[in-house]
């Protein structure tokens, strides 16, 4: 432990540069001596071994120059070039507005009031089997109804909701 402690206060003078000429491992064991040497030694060539020369003389125009030049060039790449009408960014708001409309078209064209048709078809020769092809057919009429029910409200919301994108596209354009 003590051998650790004098290696540490060796390296530890040698970090806070305190003159050399206090040679602290000399009083110690031989292995303290001989670490002190040594990390002296290493010490010394690690000083000597440092680069003298500084950066040249024109490295810090020759960067600055580089610099100045390569802002210049983004700069003018930057700038917007000769305005066009035609800009396909321009064209989005008004194919988004024109694609809803035409939903909203065609989702309510087919909501006008039914018409009143007229079936064609084979002619019954008896009033029995009009009431009872009427009364089937009604029945038929109303499990339609309720099977559809929930698609047919279902429809209702989807039109609303596309008017309601209409016209908020209308209200957002310029």
Do not use: C
Request: glycine share 6%; no cysteine; hydrophobic share 45%.
């Amino acid at each position: 432990m003590k051998t650790l402690f004098a290696k540490f206060k060796i390296s530890s003078a040698l970090d806070e540069s305190k003159s050399q000429t206090t040679e602290p491992g000399e009083a110690g064991s031989p292995e303290v001596r001989s670490f002190g040497e040594s990390l002296r030694s290493l010490d010394q060539r690690l000083k000597d071994s440092r680069p003298r020369d500084g950066a040249p003389e024109g490295l810090h125009g020759s960067v600055m120059r580089a610099v100045r030049q390569t802002a210049q060039e983004r700069a003018t790449q930057a700038e917007p070039k000769a305005a066009s009408w035609f800009r396909p960014a321009w064209l989005a708001a008004p194919a988004l507005v024109l694609l809803a409309l035409a939903t909203v078209w065609w989702f309510n064209r087919g909501t006008a009031p039914d018409q009143p048709t007229v079936a064609v078809g084979p002619a019954q020769p008896s009033i029995a089997g009009a009431a009872e092809l009427l009364e089937v057919g009604g029945q038929a009429q109303k499990a339609t109804a309720v099977a559809l029910s929930p698609l047919s409200a279902e429809a209702e919301f989807l039109k609303q909701d596309l008017q309601n994108v209409a016209e908020f596209l209308l209200a957002s354009l310029p």
